[in-house]
């Protein structure tokens, strides 16, 4: 397995598990900071500081046990896969934010929007690993 495609498995579990949790529990159980906007940043700021610490020990420990592959800088290929990735990434989040951003103050209270660009951005992130590592499994870049 490329080094690159071990680094999005990574990302794509640590994703969804950290924030499956802020979303599916400790969000809703504040209702995301309906009386205080602040109660966001006690709920989310955990959150993704735990996601912080997890990406940063595992990042290492991967890279360690792959120190040859750690070293190899991208071939071409990898980078196709990445920038073919990243530019679905990209119109999701466009298209998310457009959403939420635009649409969003008319109909949604702050809070409500505030979240749902966190959530945006973390699909984003989930697509673009879940891409990466189809273009790993897929055999080419092409």
Known sequence: MAFHEKMAWFTLISFTVTYAIYFGIAAPAVEFGRNNMLDIVWTFGPVAAVH????????????????????NMADERDHAIDRKATTVAYYIMLTGMILVGVAGPFTLPPYKIVNLSLAVIVICQIVHDALVIHGYRRGSHG
């Not at 997890?54 to 890279?63: E, L, N, Q, R, V």
Request: proline share 0%; glycine share 16%; hydrophobic share 55%.
């Open 52 to 71: 912080g610490l997890i990406s940063g020990i595992g990042s290492a420990a991967i890279a360690i046990a792959a120190r040859r592959d750690a070293r």
